[in-house]
């Protein structure tokens, strides 16, 4: 008898008892699937669409914020609307116009094909070698910093520079600034987009080369071809579409559109943001 009781007491579940046990946690955990995958695709499509809003306001914040500094009426865009080219001011006052009752001072004279130097009028200014002097771009034949006739290579560099000489090369600039204006630039700044569908394309920043006259539009030609690291860099990946758009509002204000869309995923996301632009040289 007491070797019965302890069978019954050591007998374990039944084929069938575990059977049913499987049968009712795959039910359990069917539907607790089912309640749970609609959050969980929620939540990971929301994270993706956060990145591609963040990815794509990064990039049009950093265009935006480079060419307000550019240097006026020198914004320009390619037929495609999807290359941007600047030339960026690194450093700017007002020069001496005019000398002193007695005749002293360094002022800049336009009618001289020789002077190349004037003084600086407020406070002294920084120029790093190889930097240009620009005065009065219209950014119109005979007066485009790009073709250089309102641009000359400064031939002085260093930091708190109270006077500026400049190589004259035979021929002054065209136009006095009715302000007595000066900027100094160093090398362009293009955004090229390769927009591509699906979002295989991208947008780049480069930098670094020289001044052209023909805006550069092509990133396998020079001068954009044999850029590399901080000169030639990815701003975002993930593009489908991209446009620039650069119209003059009035003689002396303009307004840089631009529109950029990322997609991942199937999902895309478009932001669009406009730049005024001071173009009073």
Request: hydrophobic share 40%; net charge neutral; aromatic share 6%.
């Amino acid at each position: 008898m007491r070797s019965r009781l302890l069978h019954r007491r050591q007998r374990g579940f039944t084929l069938m008892e575990a059977v049913l046990v499987i049968m009712l946690t795959g039910v359990v955990a069917a539907m607790v699937g089912v309640f749970i995958r609609a959050p969980i695709t929620g939540y990971v499509d929301q994270a993706r669409r956060a990145e591609l809003s963040d990815a794509t306001d990064i990039a049009l914040r950093r265009i935006a914020r480079e060419v307000q500094r550019a240097l006026p009426n020198s914004v320009r865009v390619d037929a495609t609307g999807q290359v941007l080219e600047f030339l960026p001011v690194s450093a700017g006052g007002r020069y001496r116009a005019a000398p002193e009752m007695d005749g002293s001072g360094n002022f800049l004279d336009f009618d001289s094909t020789t002077d190349g130097s004037f003084a600086v009028l407020g406070p002294p200014v920084d120029v790093a070698a190889g930097s240009h002097l620009v005065v009065y771009n219209l950014g119109l034949p005979g007066a485009d910093a790009y073709s250089g006739e309102s641009r000359r290579v400064l031939t002085s560099a260093g930091n708190g520079l109270a006077s500026l000489s400049y190589s004259v090369g035979g021929t002054q600039f065209p136009f006095a600034s009715p302000s007595n204006r000066f900027q100094v630039i160093a090398t362009p700044v293009t955004f090229l987009c390769r927009p591509l569908a699906g979002g295989a394309g991208s947008l780049r920043r480069y930098g670094g080369y020289a001044i052209q006259a023909a805006q550069p539009t092509s990133p396998s030609a020079a001068p954009l071809a044999g850029l590399s690291g901080s000169d030639n860099a990815l701003l975002t990946n993930l593009v489908a579409s991209c446009s620039f758009d650069h119209a003059v509002t009035s003689e002396r204000n303009g307004l840089l559109t631009l529109t950029l869309t990322l997609t991942s995923d199937g999902e895309s996301v478009t932001l669009l943001q406009q730049v005024h632009l001071d173009n009073s040289p």
